[in-house]
């Protein structure tokens, strides 16, 4: 008999048995592991190391521009920090943050499958990764690289003379452990749902995740494409992007925005993923208008390919395609726009849990708004002429990928926490970090926004002496935010010890992950789940969490 | 004067005006809808906060209409906001026809601009208020871009490629100019100033220009590079006549017809095999690497600087296509009487 009933399924706590974490101790049951949990957790500790890599770059440029004058650092170290700090925060940190680690974790236990489709290239995926960062790490202690994270043609290709043949060659690699894993999960989400699982019961996180895995899949073999014309142009001057050799530096740009336009959905739709499942279940409701909600993900990865030339317009595309891809800019905020009236009328007459996970999930929508909304700006073509280029474009972007993507990349390392490590985080000092996090973020930021319209552009090592006010508060944001970030790691850390243990379902949330165990079993299920139910259907769990409470 | 805390930079263009009040609509329009978005979130978190009697949400069928009317309502939004963008950017991407010429060269890390008269300056830029001014400009290695925050405009400038942007200046005053795309090391210090004159004053500072006008200037690299041995004028010579080329249509032995602008003035020069003017042969040589940027410029202002004789004597006509580019007798115009350089200076 694997048939369960909803109540079973929820509520039976099964004898405590081996989890995936105490199954094996040893160090090769870590690094060949096929096992999606435990490869979840590498990322997490992977992407985590480079986030702090990443980060400790960001703030040397802070401080760096607290004063107008270069003083700090050279040109060539603030310009290879820069560089840096955008490699290894996209490549190594919100490309592969959530799906890598959260994603790996969560995904299967969703979809009530015992691991992803292909648990070796799973594996394959992370050592991909990790090749990919050792040469980041080896680009870093070796002299740097920088050309910013652009690798703009001709200057990466003829006049750069710092490592770019090694950087591309990483963030080449590293490109591969995104296609496999995109590929794991749309075959796993196709192939392996748990029996009356449809399309439409399930959780809003495996359709983001999904619409993010076909992006990943069309978009990340042209960059590959790009880097290695990059490379063969660098290494052996054949004439693809240098017009003094016969080539076309504009092509580049096309070429590698087609990317990472998409790229940038790459980043953001895992992030709704985890904002979706937060607010379900710290509002105890189905998220509203779960499937607009579930094709405006689709819809987004769709647009995504339509828009990429709206990083060109002054680089002297035609004023007719100019306005094409204007137009598909705007189109493409729309469904952006739906997820956000979803989930904040998700809180109309809800049960609003004051716990992190929704702290966080407030700070992204309101940073997400701003992100997206001063997208509109850019992409209307008469003020992208002015602020390409500037503090505008720098603060827009961050209000997407840190205001967005971090956002909700704690968010949902604090949800599925006690899940992942069967331990509660300390909720006093989480709700702290959350509001540090978030001050220290619009303190950062903000300024920026006016300091790019007023007329700082971007990568300048030293500026304007009256661009200063705005810097120093930026960089005093940059403080506080820094402090934000390091007390997770401390608190977390410290709750892996002595944490209160969490039963299966601390939250009480709806979703097959918070019907297992906490950690779950090394095959996620004691038995496989038959799901008979809608996805978030919160009226039939807490009708039947009363049943229990009163019997 | 400048204030520590500014929020804009000095309104010093025809354009800024417009592109500030775009702006200015849409930090009102999408900051109120984001303001709602912020205070929904905010009410309902609290008055909706979890209570003993709260443990249970309340189900609500999401509305058809609504779901639409939030789709639809911002998505025509966003298309307006399209089309005031767009507007604008036309205003910003097209230049009046009288504007005054003035060419800039980018390298690393310097701007070097040259006018008509003959005047060079780097990182200095000297144009007269209120009157449109129109820059052709080249880069000598990487991608630059060429920014003048005070008049909102911005421009790209490509190695190898001509590319043009324009502004009016309307208030005197010396202002910003950033390199705006990251050129290399020294990419911050890529900056200079646009000094916007007084008329009277600009023919002053016009006056001192030392090396003769920019077209003469260019009729010396004609000779020094030895072009008028094949572009002798003659309708019969080894080269076609170049005497009103500029801005012409031009059939090539490939059968298409170009219209010759400066990129493809700036391509015969480099790689004249590219397209061959038809009823020549393919003998010239390339100039590749010979010619620097501000030659090349020069060039251009001479070729541009040459009168054909019989202005719109003959309709174009495909079926002979040596007459789009050669009228008889055409010889080159001495630069004095030829150049353009004066024309730019009427108040």
């Known amino acids: 008999m694997t048939s369960q009933t909803l109540h079973d399924v929820r509520f039976s706590e099964p004898p405590r048995t081996r989890n995936y974490l105490n199954v094996d101790y040893g160090v090769f049951s870590w690094l060949l592991t096929r096992d999606h949990k435990r490869i979840g957790i590498l990322y997490l500790i992977s992407v985590t190391t480079m986030f702090f890599v990443g980060g400790f770059f960001a703030f040397m440029m802070r401080l760096e521009l607290l004063t107008p004058e270069g003083d700090l650092l050279t040109s060539d170290t603030y ?89 591309t060659l990483g963030a080449f690699i590293t490109g591969f452990s995104s296609i496999l894993t995109g590929l794991n999960f749309i075959v796993t989400t196709h192939r392996m749902r748990a029996p009356g699982l449809t399309w439409f019961r399930l959780p809003l996180f495996v359709w983001s995740m999904y619409a993010t895995s076909v992006i990943i899949m069309l ?87 339509l828009v990429w030339a709206h990083h060109l317009f002054v680089a002297g595309i035609s004023l007719y395609s100019a306005m094409i891809f204007s137009f598909a800019s705007m189109l493409v905020a729309v469904p952006s726009a739906i997820k956000i009236f979803n989930w904040t009328a998700t809180m109309y007459h809800a049960s609003v849990s004051w716990q992190t996970p929704m702290l966080y999930v407030m700070g992204f929508i309101g940073l997400f708004t701003i992100g997206g909304v001063t997208g509109l700006f850019l992409g209307a073509l ?157 009226p039939a769990f807490l009708k039947a969490m009363r049943e229990t409470q009163h019997v | 004067m400048k204030s520590d805390f500014p929020l804009f930079p000095e309104q010093a263009s025809t354009v800024a005006g417009s592109v500030d009040t775009l702006y200015i609509t849409l930090v009102v329009v999408t900051g109120a809808v984001s303001l709602l978005i912020w205070i929904a979130v905010f009410y309902f978190a609290i008055k909706y906060r979890r209570r003993p009697d709260n443990e249970l949400a309340q189900e609500i069928e999401p509305p058809m209409a609504l779901e639409l009317a939030w789709t639809i309502i911002p998505g025509i939004i966003f298309i307006g906001i399209f089309v005031w963008g767009a507007w604008v950017f036309f205003r910003i991407q097209r230049p009046p026809d009288n504007a005054l010429e003035v060419y800039a060269t980018g390298r690393q890390w310097m701007w070097k601009f040259q006018h008509a008269t003959g005047q060079r300056e780097i990182n200095t830029l000297h144009v007269p208020v209120n009157r449109p001014v129109k820059i052709t400009m080249a880069s000598e290695d990487v991608v630059h871009s060429l920014w003048f925050p005070s008049f909102r405009v911005k421009r790209d400038v490509l190695p190898s490629r001509y590319a043009t942007m324009w502004f009016q200046a309307t208030k005197t005053g010396q202002f910003h100019i950033f390199c705006a795309e990251y050129c290399g090391t020294e990419h911050s210090k890529m900056i ?45 010579a080894r080269g076609p006549v170049l005497a009103g080329l500029y801005g012409k249509q031009v059939m090539l032995t490939s059968g298409n017809v170009v219209v010759a602008d400066e990129n493809y003035i700036r391509e015969s020069i480099l790689n004249p095999q590219a397209k061959i003017a038809s009823g020549f042969q393919a003998i010239m040589p390339t100039f590749q690497g010979q010619v620097s940027e501000e030659d090349l410029l020069k060039l251009l202002a001479y070729l541009k600087s040459l009168t054909p004789p019989q202005p719109q004597s003959r309709p174009l006509a495909p079926e002979s296509p040596a007459s789009l580019i050669q009228s008889r007798g055409a010889r080159a115009t001495s630069p004095a009487t030829a150049s353009p350089v004066n024309q730019g200076n009427q108040p």
């Open chain 1, 219 to 305: 978009a990340t073999p042209v960059l590959a494409i790009t880097l290695v014309l990059l490379m063969v142009e660098r290494t052996l001057g054949v004439g693809i992007f240098d017009p003094t050799i016969g080539g076309d530096p504009v092509l580049y740009q096309h070429l590698f925005w087609f990317y990472s336009h998409p790229a940038v959905y790459i980043m953001i739709l895992p992030a709704m993923a985890v904002i979706s499942e937060c607010v379900a279940a710290f509002t105890r409701k189905r998220v509203f208008g779960y499937t607009f909600v579930a094709y405006s993900s689709l819809a987004i990865a769709f647009l995504s390919f």
């Open chain 1, 79 to 167: 310009n290879k920090f820069f560089t840096l700090h955008g490699i290894v925060m996209i490549f190594f940190f919100l490309i592969p943050a959530i799906p890598g680690a959260l994603g790996n974790f969560i995904l299967p236990i969703m979809l009530g499958a015992k691991d992803l489709a292909f648990p070796r290239i799973n594996l394959l995926s992370w050592y991909l990764y990790t090749i990919g960062a050792i040469f980041g790490v080896y680009v870093i202690v070796t002299g740097g690289v920088d050309t910013g994270w652009t690798f703009y043609t001709p200057f990466s290709t003829q006049y750069s003379n710092t490592k770019v043949f090694a950087t």
């Open chain 1, 382 to 538: 008469g003020i992208d002429v002015h602020v390409h280029d500037t503090y505008f474009v720098v603060s827009h972007f961050h209000y997407i990928m840190v205001g967005g993507t971090v956002m909700a990349y704690l968010a949902g390392i604090h949800y599925w926490w006690p899940k992942i490590t069967g331990r509660m985080y300390p909720e006093w000092w989480a709700r702290l970090s959350a509001l540090l996090v978030f001050v220290g973020f619009n303190l950062t930021f903000f300024p920026q926004f006016i300091v790019g319209y007023v007329g700082m552009p971007r990568r300048y090592h030293a500026y304007a002496p009256e661009f200063q006010v705005l810097n120093v508060l930026s960089t005093a944001g940059a403080t506080v935010l820094a402090v934000g970030y390091l007390l997770p790691m401390i608190y977390l850390i410290w709750s892996l010890f002595y944490g209160r243990k969490a039963g299966s379902n601390p939250w009480g949330a709806v979703g097959l992950e918070w019907a297992t165990t906490s950690p779950p079993p090394l095959e996620n299920f004691h038995e496989t789940p038959v799901v008979t139910w809608e996805a978030y259907d919160y």
């Open chain 2, 192 to 236: 200079g100033s646009v000094i916007v004159m007084d008329p009277r004053e600009y023919q002053q500072w016009l006056a001192g220009g030392p090396e003769g006008s920019l077209a003469s200037q260019g009729e010396r690299v004609f000779q020094k590079f030895a072009c008028n041995t094949c572009h002798t004028g003659d309708a019969t």
